[in-house]
């Protein structure tokens, strides 16, 4: 286990009379990946800038290394940022930016320019030291603006959605390079995104936030599998949400029928959500199922078929690599451990906490 | 595509008409005599020693009052760019305004500040001290051109200024800069094609003007502009008035190879 | 802290560019007339603001020409912005070097160069042509702030909306249109604003009977501003303040829909408001000028050319009414000023008044016609005495009828003057270092310096010249300033001790300021006349002498000395004015004792004259 790099203890923000964080507390560990997930507005981005120092909480404190960095000006702070349109200096030449942090701090020349070169291999972008930036593409452009970063050897490199601008294929080779990248530095990642892949495709650990709140933080599998509330079921992946009833330990009523599950705990009789993915809804003939319907729509996706099945009122989201053609009766059956309960938020207020909290 | 170049055509006539036409009858004027017959003795009138006295000294104080005006507008653009954006157009505004009242008239009321018995010094005699010179000096026309000439300086510089990416800043101070060097090797430097450009809009108007050196010069410092008005309209030497405009339009040239060298996107735009 | 470091930075600008602002408001509401002194609080400027017709016309002059050069610059600019933006390569570079020209071109040059252009293709100097000058130098401030908009606008839009089956023309207008528009709107108000505030080019550009607030006031400069044009600035000014703060105040972050769209409509109506506002005053302007032309129509007509402020308007709308002639009535500052104008012939005057050299250098160069003395019986009210001294410029009597007489005297504060003032030297005392205006024009400059050392005023000696300018120069440190009519403002507010004067003046003075006194030195000074003439190609020339008759008639004569307190050399005038002090005055109609040293200018010839602007700019500069 390694030790803890960045403490954030209880930071509120607000903007006007507009609360963007409300005592967050987060704790990240050295040479971690972790992503901040959310919507926009949820208050990723805010968190990032205190950490990077271009905001200062209201209340709260930052601590770096064991050191309280909350009111230190971003100069004096050990730790670099990407920047999401990447914020190159447009009259400095490739080199020059990439040199601008290694100048400040007095490196010798001969230094400077083999550690140019070298950042600019790691990014793939030999020889276009004296390009100005306006020349390169927006992926070039985004790995110099990588490159000026983490030449600099920082502790801790933000990244505020820095691949947002950029078409798919680019961005997905982005995401191995940075794998790369953090693995060869050892450098500790923070990233901001709202895209759910890019989270689940990068992160050791995936904090979900929403209006300022913490919702669920874990590895990706944990996210991903186990949703503690609706909000980050919703978020992560496509999936059904229904309302059930908790019967009994391991039984919950869904739309009227009862499926066998494997979560205690939740009392009896009790109103809960219910979140079951569209991968692991299985459908069989008519008599095997829990419950029965009709196939609505087809569509092939290529690695499977997404079908929708009229089921009990509910409009079914189903995935699966065997093809049911629309009309078709069919049988509903979940497997026990693929159904996973929540509890239900009882006003709009405790929805936005969190129920876990 | 060609049909939307000929919505220029209308212009192109009217600037060969009123713009390139008449530059030509100064340059004919400039270089002919009084009888008509080719000459460079107008555009050399300008080595006499007063006419190049009166050159140096409007050299000398429209340098001045430029400098002045970059001073004060920097910081002030600086600030506006970082206000929200719904004070800032109200603020802008606030500089414009000036201009609905008459430029003589807001010179000539300089002349009621600044006299001998003006508002300024009779404030200074209220608290006991020693009245000061203050009108018909060189520093009341460099007041007079600051004054005239600061919101030209003002809004190229808040132009440019509110069009430097916020994170780009930040990101330079991330890289560890102070804000001194962040100023020096990030602000500045952007901000270049706007100090360009509101240097000439200042410079060159600063240079030329007559008016301003009459009213609050008491005729008595001479300019390059009163040099060339008094040629056209006391003197009745229309041949050396053109010489002279020429010599001048040497220095406006100038001006603006530097802006286009320095602004070749047009950033420094006064909008 | 730095916050507050900033406030007072900003409040300081903000104090630099608004305390002329204060300054002129606080003026508007001076009783005296004189800029230099409070007289107390009044309204009466606004009263007589609306009278004004001459103001107001300036007003709606400057208005429809900065709405007209406006509106169709900016259709003329944002056509070719669309044009140029088509262009590429060296084609548009040019473009863009052409547009640069009036921008960075100092407005003088092109406002001569205009004039240049307009004088040599014989285009009548006046309104037509300061439009066309506006048009000119707005056109590249539209150009300049939609083309970044232009540059903006994704051409993909404007394929989509022709994709979608809209027309050229049509998606132009619906899709490009309303990206650039905020360009095409700050580039119109740009161009209002800097047509409306435009002096120089005007200046070069105007012509007769035109005048725009800024040439009304420039001329006004000089005699001192009328405190109307006060009242009339401090009304523009407060109404755009309103117009702005109403426009420009919004709720911070409105949170509710419905403030929001209120807001937005009351914005809304108000920028409606504005352009209607325009309209109905351009509409209302344009309703009093037809009526003011409707009765002009068809009947005669007299162009004047005249001295600023050099004669009573009441006699001018009398000569109207009992002729039926309309007067077109036009201003110049100097001699040297009008004569070029004269020269050129851009413009047909029917009736000058020039000095009497000017007049010598006019007929000698053939610019006036001989009048016929039939037509002007009042000549008899003349005192011979002047018409014998006109006979110094205008030997047979044959081009000029005197108007209004003077000498040039040295005016001085008895509060600061404790001795006895009798000679040219005391301008040369240096105890009233700072404290001294001298005339700015050459003749009367160098006449104070050639008679103080006892030459003649019209001496052509290099020598004698040399040496009046040595002392000329060594008096520069010496002088406050070099004025023209400003010296009564200025020695009314004890602004100097000694300034050089027309006799004219010294009653008005006299009559603000009790401690003034006038006096022609020893050494002799200068008898000035300046009479009527008719230029040779007047249009009108029968006109013109009605109107040289009727000034000559003894009770407008008495008009307009009680108007101006210039000396008339109209005996039977002078023998109507009823206070007896002024009628005796011996400042106003001397003996000819009085002027035993004295003499009227003469024209000494080009060269000669150059000589003097030579060595007059020499003194300027040094």
Same mark, same amino acid.
């Given at each position: 286990?390694?030790?803890?790099?960045?403490?954030?203890?209880?930071?509120?923000?607000?903007?006007?009379?507009?609360?963007?964080?409300?005592?967050?507390?987060?704790?990240?560990?050295?040479?971690?990946?972790?992503?901040?997930?959310?919507?926009?507005?949820?208050?990723?981005?805010?968190?990032?800038?205190?950490?990077?120092?271009?905001?200062?909480?209201? @209340?709260?404190?930052?601590?770096?290394?064991?050191?309280?960095?909350?009111?230190?000006?971003?100069?004096?702070?050990?730790?670099?940022?990407?920047?999401?349109?990447?914020?190159?200096?447009?009259?400095?030449?490739?080199?020059?930016?990439?040199?601008?942090?290694?100048?400040? @701090?007095?490196?010798?020349?001969?230094?400077?320019?083999?550690?140019?070169?070298? *950042?600019?291999?790691?990014?793939?972008?030999?020889?276009?030291?004296?390009?100005?930036?306006? @020349?390169?593409?927006?992926?070039?452009?985004?790995?110099?603006?990588? *490159?000026?970063?983490?030449?600099?050897?920082?502790?801790?490199?933000?990244?505020?959605?820095?691949?947002?601008?950029?078409?798919?294929?680019?961005?997905?080779?982005?995401?191995?390079?940075?794998?790369?990248?953090?693995?060869?530095?050892?450098?500790?990642?923070?990233?901001?995104?709202?895209?759910?892949?890019? *989270?689940?495709?990068?992160?050791?650990?995936?904090?979900?936030?929403?209006?300022?709140?913490?919702?669920?933080?874990?590895?990706?599998?944990?996210?991903?599998?186990?949703?503690?509330?609706?909000?980050?079921?919703?978020?992560?992946?496509?999936?059904?949400?229904?309302?059930?009833?908790?019967?009994?330990?391991?039984?919950?009523?869904?739309?009227?029928?009862?499926?066998?599950?494997?979560?205690?705990?939740?009392?009896?009789?009790?109103?809960?959500?219910?979140?079951?993915?569209?991968?692991?809804?299985?459908?069989?003939?008519?008599?095997?199922?829990?419950?029965?319907?009709?196939?609505?729509?087809?569509?092939?996706?290529?690695?499977?078929?997404?079908?929708?099945?009229?089921?009990?009122?509910?409009?079914?989201?189903?995935?699966?690599?065997?093809?049911?053609?629309?009309?078709?009766?069919?049988?509903?059956?979940?497997?026990?451990?693929?159904?996973?309960?929540?509890?239900?938020?009882?006003?709009?207020?405790?929805? *936005?906490?969190?129920?876990?909290? | 595509?060609?049909?939307?170049?000929?919505?220029?055509?209308?212009?192109?006539?009217?600037?060969?008409?009123?713009?390139?036409?008449?530059?030509?009858?100064?340059?004919?004027?400039?270089?002919?005599?009084?009888?008509?017959?080719?000459?460079?003795?107008?555009?050399?009138?300008?080595?006499?020693?007063?006419?190049?006295?009166?050159?140096?000294?409007?050299?000398?104080?429209?340098?001045?009052?430029?400098?002045?005006?970059?001073?004060?507008?920097?910081?002030?653009?600086?600030?506006?760019?970082?206000?929200?954006?719904?004070?800032?157009?109200?603020?802008?505004?606030?500089?414009?305004?000036?201009?609905?009242?008459?430029?003589?008239?807001?010179?000539?009321?300089?002349?009621?500040?600044?006299?001998?018995?003006?508002?300024?010094?009779?404030?200074?005699?209220?608290?006991?001290?020693?009245?000061?010179?203050?009108?018909?000096?060189?520093?009341?026309?460099?007041?007079?051109?600051?004054?005239?000439?600061?919101?030209?300086?003002?809004?190229?510089?808040?132009?440019?200024?509110?069009?430097?990416?916020?994170?780009?800043?930040?990101?330079?101070?991330?890289?560890?800069?102070?804000?001194?060097?962040?100023?020096?090797?990030?602000?500045?430097?952007?901000?270049?094609?706007?100090?360009?450009?509101?240097?000439?809009?200042?410079?060159?108007?600063?240079?030329?003007?007559?008016?301003?050196?009459?009213?609050?010069?008491?005729?008595?410092?001479?300019?390059?502009?009163?040099?060339?008005?008094?040629?056209?309209?006391?003197?009745?030497?229309?041949?050396?008035?053109?010489?002279?405009?020429?010599?001048?339009?040497?220095?406006?040239?100038?001006?603006?190879?530097?802006?286009?060298?320095?602004?070749?996107?047009?950033?420094?735009?006064?909008? | 802290?730095?916050?507050?470091?900033?406030?007072?930075?900003?409040?300081?600008?903000?104090?630099?560019?608004?305390?002329?602002?204060?300054?002129?408001?606080?003026?508007?509401?001076?009783?005296?007339?004189?800029?230099?002194?409070?007289?107390?609080?009044?309204?009466?400027?606004?009263?007589?603001?609306?009278?004004?017709?001459?103001?107001?016309?300036?007003?709606?002059?400057?208005?429809?020409?900065?709405?007209?050069?406006?509106?169709?610059?900016?259709?003329?600019?944002?056509?070719?912005?669309?044009?140029?933006?088509? =262009?590429?390569?060296?084609?548009?570079?040019?473009?863009?070097?052409?547009?640069?020209?009036?921008?960075?071109?100092?407005?003088?040059?092109? /406002?001569?160069?205009?004039?240049?252009?307009?004088?040599?293709?014989?285009?009548?100097?006046?309104?037509?042509?300061?439009?066309?000058?506006?048009?000119?130098?707005?056109?590249?401030?539209?150009?300049?702030?939609?083309?970044?908009?232009?540059?903006?606008?994704?051409?993909?839009?404007?394929?989509?909306?022709?994709?979608?089956?809209?027309?050229?023309?049509?998606?132009?207008?619906?899709?490009?249109?309303?990206?650039?528009?905020?360009?095409?709107?700050?580039?119109?108000?740009?161009?209002?604003?800097?047509?409306?505030?435009?002096?120089?080019?005007?200046?070069?550009?105007?012509?007769?009977?035109?005048?725009?607030?800024?040439?009304?006031?420039?001329?006004?400069?000089?005699?001192?501003?009328?405190?109307? =044009?006060?009242?009339?600035?401090?009304?523009?000014?407060?109404?755009?303040?309103?117009?702005?703060?109403?426009?420009?105040?919004?709720?911070?972050?409105?949170?509710?829909?419905?403030?929001?769209?209120?807001?937005?409509?009351?914005?809304?109506?108000?920028?409606?408001?504005?352009?209607?506002?325009?309209?109905?005053?351009?509409?209302? /302007?344009?309703?009093?000028?037809?009526?003011?032309?409707?009765?002009?129509?068809?009947?005669?007509?007299?162009?004047?050319?005249?001295?600023?402020?050099?004669?009573?308007?009441?006699?001018?709308?009398?000569?109207?009414?009992?002729?039926?002639?309309?007067?077109?009535?036009?201003?110049?500052?100097?001699?040297?000023?009008?004569?070029?104008?004269?020269?050129?012939?851009?413009?047909?005057?029917?009736?000058?008044?020039?000095?009497?050299?000017?007049?010598?250098?006019?007929?000698?160069?053939?610019?006036?016609?001989?009048?016929?003395?039939?037509?002007?019986?009042?000549?008899?009210?003349?005192?011979?005495?002047?018409?014998?001294?006109?006979?110094?410029?205008?030997?047979?009597?044959?081009?000029?009828?005197?108007?209004?007489?003077?000498?040039?005297?040295?005016?001085?504060?008895?509060?600061?003057?404790?001795?006895?003032?009798?000679?040219?030297?005391?301008?040369?005392?240096?105890?009233?270092?700072?404290?001294?205006? =001298?005339?700015?024009?050459?003749?009367?400059?160098?006449?104070?310096?050639?008679?103080?050392?006892?030459?003649?005023?019209?001496?052509?000696?290099?020598?004698?010249?040399?040496?009046?300018?040595?002392?000329?120069?060594?008096?520069?440190?010496?002088?406050?300033?070099?004025?023209?009519?400003?010296?009564?403002?200025?020695?009314?507010?004890?602004?100097?001790?000694?300034?050089?004067?027309?006799?004219?003046?010294? /009653?008005?003075?006299?009559?603000?300021?009790?401690?003034?006194?006038?006096?022609?030195?020893?050494?002799?000074?200068?008898?000035?006349?300046?009479?009527?003439?008719?230029?040779?190609?007047?249009?009108?020339?029968?006109?013109?002498?009605?109107?040289?008759?009727?000034?000559?008639?003894?009770?407008?004569?008495?008009?307009?000395?009680?108007?101006?307190?210039?000396?008339?050399?109209?005996?039977?005038?002078?023998?109507?004015?009823?206070?007896?002090?002024?009628?005796?005055?011996?400042?106003?109609?001397?003996?000819?004792?009085?002027?035993?040293?004295?003499?009227?200018?003469?024209?000494?010839?080009?060269?000669?004259?150059?000589?003097?602007?030579?060595?007059?700019?020499?003194?300027?500069?040094?």
């Amino acid at each position: 286990m390694n030790h803890t790099l960045v403490n954030l203890i209880d930071i509120s923000k607000s903007f006007g009379d507009q609360v963007i964080l409300d005592e967050l507390n987060l704790s990240i560990r050295e040479n971690e990946f972790l992503t901040l997930l959310g919507p926009s507005g949820c208050g990723k981005t805010t968190t990032l800038r205190i950490l990077g120092g271009f905001e200062s909480p209201d @209340s709260g404190k930052v601590i770096f290394d064991g050191k309280d960095i909350t009111n230190l000006p971003p100069n004096k702070r050990n730790l670099n940022t990407v920047f999401q349109k990447y914020a190159l200096f447009s009259h400095m030449s490739i080199e020059e930016n990439i040199a601008f942090g290694l100048k400040i @701090s007095g490196k010798s020349k001969a230094y400077i320019h083999d550690k140019v070169k070298y *950042a600019l291999k790691l990014v793939n972008l030999d020889g276009y030291e004296n390009r100005l930036p306006d @020349s390169l593409s927006g992926g070039q452009q985004q790995r110099v603006a990588i *490159a000026r970063a983490i030449v600099n050897e920082p502790r801790l490199l933000l990244l505020d959605e820095p691949l947002g601008a950029l078409d798919l294929k680019l961005r997905q080779d982005m995401q191995y390079e940075l794998i790369r990248l953090k693995n060869e530095l050892g450098i500790t990642f923070i990233y901001v995104t709202h895209d759910q892949e890019e *989270a689940l495709t990068m992160s050791d650990t995936i904090v979900v936030m929403n209006q300022g709140y913490i919702q669920q933080m874990g590895s990706p599998e944990d996210i991903y599998n186990e949703p503690q509330n609706a909000f980050v079921a919703d978020f992560i992946g496509e999936s059904n949400i229904l309302p059930g009833m908790m019967l009994e330990d391991k039984l919950v009523e869904i739309l009227g029928a009862k499926f066998p599950c494997v979560d205690v705990g939740f009392g009896k009789n009790k109103p809960v959500d219910v979140v079951i993915r569209p991968e692991d809804v299985d459908l069989l003939a008519p008599e095997e199922g829990t419950i029965q319907g009709v196939v609505s729509h087809l569509i092939f996706k290529g690695v499977h078929y997404e079908m929708e099945v009229q089921a009990n009122g509910f409009e079914w989201l189903v995935h699966s690599t065997d093809m049911f053609p629309v009309g078709q009766q069919v049988g509903i059956h979940v497997n026990p451990f693929d159904i996973q309960i929540m509890h239900k938020p009882e006003s709009e207020d405790e929805e *936005a906490i969190g129920i876990n909290e | 595509m060609n049909k939307r170049k000929l919505l220029s055509g209308p212009y192109l006539i009217w600037s060969v008409a009123f713009i390139l036409i008449p530059l030509a009858m100064i340059f004919y004027y400039g270089f002919t005599n009084s009888e008509g017959h080719f000459t460079f003795e107008n555009v050399l009138a300008i080595g006499t020693v007063e006419n190049f006295k009166a050159l140096c000294l409007s050299l000398l104080l429209s340098l001045i009052s430029t400098l002045i005006c970059l001073i004060l507008a920097y910081p002030l653009a600086m600030m506006l760019s970082n206000m929200k954006v719904n004070r800032t157009g109200f603020i802008v505004l606030l500089f414009i305004l000036p201009m609905w009242m008459n430029f003589l008239l807001r010179t000539l009321a300089w002349q009621t500040l600044l006299e001998k018995n003006g508002v300024i010094n009779q404030a200074l005699g209220f608290f006991h001290l020693p009245s000061q010179q203050l009108i018909n000096t060189p520093g009341a026309i460099v007041l007079g051109m600051v004054y005239n000439f600061l919101p030209f300086m003002v809004l190229p510089l808040y132009n440019v200024l509110s069009k430097i990416d916020k994170d780009v800043i930040f990101a330079a101070r991330d890289l560890g800069a102070t804000a001194a060097y962040t100023f020096r090797k990030i602000i500045f430097p952007l901000s270049m094609p706007g100090i360009i450009s509101g240097i000439t809009m200042v410079f060159v108007p600063s240079l030329t003007t007559f008016v301003i050196s009459d009213l609050l010069g008491g005729s008595k410092i001479l300019l390059i502009g009163n040099v060339i008005d008094r040629q056209f309209q006391q003197g009745s030497n229309w041949n050396v008035g053109s010489g002279l405009s020429l010599v001048l339009m040497v220095f406006i040239f100038i001006s603006m190879l530097l802006t286009g060298k320095y602004d070749k996107n047009g950033e420094g735009g006064m909008f | 802290m730095k916050k507050t470091v900033r406030n007072i930075y900003l409040g300081l600008i903000l104090f630099l560019m608004y305390a002329p602002i204060v300054t002129l408001i606080v003026l508007s509401f001076n009783a005296s007339k004189s800029r230099a002194k409070w007289g107390g609080f009044t309204l009466k400027w606004y009263a007589s603001l609306f009278q004004d017709k001459a103001i107001m016309t300036a007003l709606y002059n400057t208005l429809i020409i900065a709405l007209l050069s406006a509106v169709l610059a900016t259709v003329v600019g944002t056509a070719a912005s669309i044009g140029i933006n088509a =262009m590429k390569g060296r084609s548009k570079t040019i473009m863009m070097g052409i547009t640069n020209i009036p921008i960075l071109n100092s407005e003088i040059v092109t /406002g001569i160069s205009l004039m240049l252009l307009f004088i040599a293709f014989r285009v009548t100097l006046g309104f037509s042509t300061i439009l066309l000058a506006h048009i000119t130098f707005c056109i590249p401030y539209v150009i300049l702030s939609v083309m970044p908009k232009l540059k903006q606008t994704s051409k993909s839009t404007y394929e989509a909306a022709q994709d979608l089956g809209a027309g050229p023309v049509s998606a132009f207008f619906k899709v490009v249109f309303p990206d650039i528009l905020p360009g095409i709107v700050s580039g119109f108000l740009m161009a209002f604003t800097m047509s409306l505030d435009d002096f120089i080019i005007t200046h070069f550009t105007k012509g007769p009977g035109v005048d725009t607030l800024s040439t009304k006031i420039y001329a006004e400069v000089r005699k001192g501003i009328r405190p109307e =044009m006060y009242a009339l600035s401090t009304l523009l000014f407060v109404s755009v303040l309103v117009l702005m703060i109403l426009v420009n105040t919004s709720p911070k972050e409105p949170k509710d829909r419905k403030t929001v769209s209120k807001r937005k409509s009351l914005q809304r109506g108000l920028r409606l408001a504005i352009p209607l506002l325009l309209v109905a005053v351009l509409a209302g /302007g344009g309703a009093f000028y037809y009526f003011a032309g409707a009765k002009d129509a068809g009947s005669e007509k007299l162009i004047v050319y005249n001295w600023g402020d050099y004669v009573d308007p009441k006699t001018i709308e009398l000569f109207e009414e009992e002729t039926g002639i309309s007067v077109t009535y036009e201003e110049y500052e100097t001699n040297e000023i009008m004569y070029p104008k004269i020269l050129s012939g851009a413009i047909a005057y029917d009736v000058v008044c020039p000095s009497d050299y000017m007049i010598q250098r006019m007929i000698e160069n053939d610019l006036l016609a001989k009048l016929n003395l039939d037509n002007i019986p009042n000549i008899k009210n003349m005192d011979s005495i002047y018409m014998e001294q006109s006979r110094s410029f205008d030997p047979d009597n044959a081009y000029s009828v005197p108007y209004c007489v003077g000498t040039v005297g040295i005016l001085y504060n008895k509060t600061m003057v404790h001795e006895p003032v009798d000679s040219w030297d005391i301008l040369w005392d240096s105890k009233y270092a700072d404290s001294i205006l =001298m005339q700015d024009s050459v003749r009367d400059a160098f006449a104070v310096a050639l008679k103080r050392r006892g030459y003649s005023l019209n001496s052509s000696k290099v020598d004698q010249l040399i040496q009046a300018k040595d002392d000329l120069i060594a008096q520069k440190p010496l002088v406050q300033a070099y004025v023209v009519d400003q010296v009564r403002d200025k020695m009314i507010g004890n602004e100097a001790a000694l300034g050089v004067i027309y006799s004219g003046e010294a /009653g008005y003075t006299k009559r603000e300021n009790p401690n003034l006194e006038y006096v022609i030195p020893k050494e002799g000074s200068n008898v000035w006349i300046d009479s009527w003439v008719i230029p040779k190609n007047a249009k009108n020339k029968e006109n013109a002498e009605k109107f040289i008759n009727f000034m000559c008639r003894p009770d407008i004569a008495l008009m307009n000395f009680e108007y101006l307190t210039y000396a008339t050399p109209n005996k039977a005038a002078r023998a109507l004015i009823k206070d007896e002090e002024t009628r005796n005055s011996k400042i106003l109609f001397p003996n000819a004792e009085d002027l035993t040293n004295c003499e009227t200018f003469q024209f000494l010839g080009d060269d000669v004259d150059s000589y003097y602007n030579e060595l007059w700019n020499k003194v300027k500069s040094n």
